[in-house]
């Protein structure tokens, strides 16, 4: 259909067996087109003026579109190009546009579509979005010279986007499969318009070397593939998983400046033995300037969690509220600079152990660090606090081996087995504690004080009935072969009168080492002190009574 001169054409023209169509329009602006071909599968369309399709315009039917236009094109037709399979467009002068209201393609194509534009110095928007239903989607506008905004463009396999290298560049939510965006040569830049910006298993971004990234990207399926290479700007790239996300893997080179990536982990609910990977290694670090990389933990995990870090020296892992999961599930980290916490928060005493990684967190914030059945080794001594919180450590059961730190720390001591603690700092200033109470009821344990009492057997004695924790000056033989003798003569015995058998606890060194027992009057109930009623439950190497104060110790 040709039309020219000073005609509107708004008059209805059906060409109901046509396998093909083509409208050309010349002299004259075209405000209603209304044409109807619903079994053309190729439509052609030429105008050096404005037109607009009609809502009854049907296009339906075609797979290969060609529109070339030196005016502003828009279809408003109903329909829209539902069936597009090869989408063809270009314009030439300063008032070349193209817009498209209804959607360009449909959910339930079965096969894939192209969309190529060059031109349009006046724009290119796609209101309704691209889909190429159940095939793969290929959009390329590297040689438009105009604004884009394509809306949304969804595909079930492949969507690759190349952006338009001199124009600005505004991208809708993209949903597929994989994703792959090219705007190396962008120097209009990239926008995003739809705050979740991505949603695929597989995300390739190669952004512009001039303007900064920033993109959000949300994972679906199985697993989370994220590789981006940036430019000279600050890049910005925020990764988040689904719950059917078990392996997330983000790397590529960002460029030089202080490049923000962000992978929040959502709660994985497959399955409860599969372990939660975050893999950060693959992303390079410049020399001079480092990336700001953080994982980001807001719920509770089912699953044990293991997180890798990324080639530069500020990773950290965030962990956003009082969790506890991690106490039993685990958390692995590797190749970590930081733990940021803001509260409680419980870990496996594994997940620090041996780590060099600085705590963040408010000085009422504290790490409680639980161990197994067996004996634990656990080394607190390259671990610092940026913060001032503080770690508990709590391994049960088991003769326990702990090396403490810089840190605030507190050993809970449990009556089952001896621990050996090094690295204690003690004195009115200390930074580390004692819990005692862990092991028994401690006498008048339920008023939250702690009465401590340095004593000797040729000074005022201990009393068991009153007295919390009792220090010993006087020492006993290197080998403590003395201890009960020693502890018999600096106590007074009150017998076993005390609530629920409760008990005192006694710090005694030999010289060199503080040896923590629990004290509890047996059955007897007489006023000595045998070896059956005390139980060794930890050492403090290198500690002296005399260096101890209630300071030192915690109810």
């Known amino acids: 259909m040709n039309v020219s001169g000073n005609v509107n054409q708004t008059g209805a023209i059906t060409a109901a067996a046509a396998t093909s169509a083509a409208l050309t329009v010349a002299g004259a602006a075209q405000t209603a087109i209304k044409l ?15 037109v607009v399709l009609n809502a009854a315009t049907d296009f339906s039917a075609a797979k290969v579109v060609t529109i070339d236009t030196s005016g502003a094109f828009r279809d408003s037709s109903t329909n829209g190009f539902d069936g597009v399979s090869s989408m063809t467009l270009s ?34 928007t796609f209101s309704g979005g691209i889909d190429a239903g159940a095939g793969n989607l290929s959009v390329d506008v590297s040689a438009v010279t105009g604004a884009i905004n394509t809306g949304a463009m969804d595909s079930a396999g492949t969507l690759s986007v190349v952006a338009s290298n001199t124009a600005a560049n505004t991208f809708g939510l993209m949903t597929a499969k994989t994703v792959t965006i090219n705007g190396a040569d962008a120097l209009g830049g990239i926008s995003y318009t739809s705050g979740n910006d991505v949603t695929a298993s597989s995300v390739t971004v190669t952004g512009p070397t001039i303007t900064a990234t920033d993109i959000d990207i949300t994972g679906s399926g199985t697993s989370l593939t994220v590789d981006v290479t940036g430019g000279l700007a600050v890049d910005t790239v925020e990764a988040t998983t689904a719950a059917t996300v078990a392996s997330t893997t983000v790397k590529g080179d960002l460029g030089v400046s202080t490049d923000i990536v962000n992978v929040v982990l959502a709660d994985y609910t497959t399955d409860t033995t599969s372990t939660v990977s975050v893999d950060l290694s693959g992303l ?25 870090g990324s080639a530069g020296t500020d990773d ?48 009422t914030d504290v790490v409680t660090l639980s161990g197994t059945t067996g004996a634990d080794t656990f080394t607190s001594a390259n671990l610092t606090s940026g913060g001032n919180s503080s770690l508990l450590i709590d391994l049960a059961a088991g003769a326990d081996t702990i090396t403490l730190g810089a840190m605030n720390e507190s050993v809970d001591l449990d009556a089952d087995a001896a621990d050996t603690i090094t690295g204690f700092t003690a004195g009115a ?28 057997a040729s000074g005022a004695k201990g009393n068991t009935a009153t007295h919390e924790i009792v220090g010993i000056v006087d020492e006993t033989a290197a080998d403590f072969s003395d201890a009960v003798a ?69 109810a």
Request: proline share 0%.
């Open 284 to 308: 390079t670090a410049d020399t001079t300037t480092q990336n700001n990389v953080e994982v980001t933990i807001t719920a509770e995990q089912t699953n044990a969690v293991s997180v890798t």
């Open 429 to 456: 200033a200390a930074a580390d504690t004692l819990s005692v109470s862990a092991g028994a009821t401690l006498v008048g344990s339920a008023s939250g004080t702690v009465d401590v009492v340095l004593t000797g």
């Open 36 to 50: 109807t071909t619903a079994k053309a599968e190729t439509v052609t369309i030429t105008a050096d003026k404005n």
């Open 91 to 124: 314009g030439s002068g300063t008032k070349a546009a193209a817009t498209f209201d209804t959607l360009v393609g449909a959910t339930d194509l079965a096969y894939s579509s192209t969309v190529n534009a060059s031109g349009l110095k006046a724009g290119l």
């Open 316 to 363: 950290q892992v965030t962990i956003a509220g009082a969790l506890t999961s991690f106490g039993t599930n685990g958390l692995t980290l590797s190749g970590i600079e930081k733990l940021g916490i803001n509260n409680d928060i419980t870990l496996k005493a594994s997940t620090l152990t041996g780590q060099t990684i600085e705590t963040t967190g408010a000085s």
């Open 486 to 554: 020693k502890i018999g003569a600096a106590l007074t015995v009150a017998g076993d009168t005390t609530a629920a058998n409760a008990a005192t606890a006694i710090a005694i060194d030999n010289g060199t080492d503080t040896r923590i027992y629990l004290f509890s009057d047996n059955a007897t109930n007489n006023t000595t002190v045998e070896e059956a009623e005390l139980t060794h439950i930890g050492t403090l190497k290198a500690v002296q009574v005399g260096d101890l104060n209630a300071n030192d110790f915690i």
